[in-house]
C-alpha cells in the first residue's frame, strides 16, 4: 500500500520567509498521481496540485512552487515570500492508478506565518 | 459553478441519537467521498462511492455508520446510535475520476455530548 509522509509537524516562519514543505512518498506503483491541498483555519480543504509520475518539470504558481523528485521519492512545496494569509495545515496525497486503494493522505503540516 | 455542498455545517447531539449528514457533489463528478478528520487520527476516508455504487467501505468505523448515494446528487452518511467518540469534521469530497483531484465540501463539524 501507498504510503505517505510528511515529517514536519508544525513550521513557523515570519512573514515575507520562504518555506519548504516536505514531502515524501512509497509507492509500488509506476503509475501515480501525487497532490497538495491547503486547509486554511477556516477549515474547508483546498486542491493546489496534481502531479503525475511522468511529469517530473518543476511547477511554479505565483509564490507557490513544486519540486518533484522521483530519485528521492519527494514532492515538496515551497511558498516563496511566505506571508499571513498562508498559514494553514498542508496535506500531500497520493493515488496509484492501478490500486483500488484510495487517496492516501499525509499526516499534514501546520504552516504559520507571522507578521 | 457550485461546489460541494454539506449540511448541517455544525451539529450538536446527544449521545445515543440518530446523526444524518448531507452532501451534494459537485454536478458532473462521477465519485463522491465521505472523510472524517481528527486530531488524533488526521483525515481518514470512510466510504467512497462511484456512479452512486459503494467501492469501498473498508474505512466504516463499525455498523453503527452507514452511508448510501440514492442518486448522482445526493449522499448521506448516518451515524445510529452515535457516540462521543463520533465527534469529528466529516467531509464529503467529490471528483471526476478517481484519480482526478477531489473537490471538498466545508464539512460537518459533529459534536457528540
Known amino acids: 500500500a501507498q504510503k505517505v509522509t510528511q515529517a514536519q509537524t508544525e513550521i513557523s516562519v515570519v512573514e515575507k520567509e520562504d518555506v519548504t514543505l516536505d514531502c515524501v512518498y512509497e509507492t509500488r506503483d509506476t503509475t501515480y498521481y501525487l497532490f497538495w491541498y491547503k486547509q486554511p483555519p477556516s477549515g474547508e480543504l483546498v486542491f493546489l496540485i496534481r502531479?503525475?509520475?511522468?511529469?517530473?518539470q518543476n511547477e511554479i504558481s505565483g509564490r507557490y512552487s513544486w519540486n518533484f523528485q522521483k530519485s528521492t521519492s519527494s514532492f515538496n512545496f515551497t511558498i516563496t515570500a511566505s506571508q499571513v494569509v498562508d498559514s494553514a495545515v498542508y496535506f500531500c496525497?497520493?493515488?496509484?492508478?492501478?490500486?483500488?486503494?484510495?487517496?492516501?493522505f499525509g499526516a499534514g503540516t501546520r504552516l504559520t506565518v507571522k507578521p | 459553478d457550485a461546489g460541494v455542498i454539506q449540511s448541517p455545517r455544525h451539529e450538536v447531539t446527544e449521545m445515543g441519537q440518530e446523526v444524518t449528514l448531507r452532501c451534494k457533489p459537485i454536478?458532473?463528478?462521477?465519485?463522491l467521498f465521505w472523510y472524517r478528520q481528527t486530531m488524533m487520527r488526521g483525515l481518514e476516508l470512510l466510504i467512497y462511492f462511484n456512479n452512486n455504487v459503494p467501492i469501498d467501505d473498508s474505512g466504516m468505523p463499525e455498523d453503527r455508520f452507514s452511508a448510501k448515494m440514492p442518486n448522482a446528487s445526493f449522499s448521506t452518511l448516518k451515524i445510529q446510535p452515535s457516540e462521543p467518540r463520533d465527534s469529528a469534521v466529516y467531509f464529503c469530497?467529490?471528483?471526476?475520476?478517481?484519480?482526478?483531484?477531489?473537490?471538498f465540501g466545508d464539512g460537518t463539524r459533529l459534536s457528540i455530548l
Open positions: 502531479r503525475n509520475s511522468f511529469d517530473e
Open positions: 454536478s458532473g463528478h462521477d465519485y
Open positions: 496525497a497520493l493515488s496509484e492508478a492501478t490500486s483500488v486503494d484510495d487517496m492516501r
Open positions: 469530497a467529490s471528483s471526476l475520476g478517481r484519480l482526478q483531484p477531489q473537490h
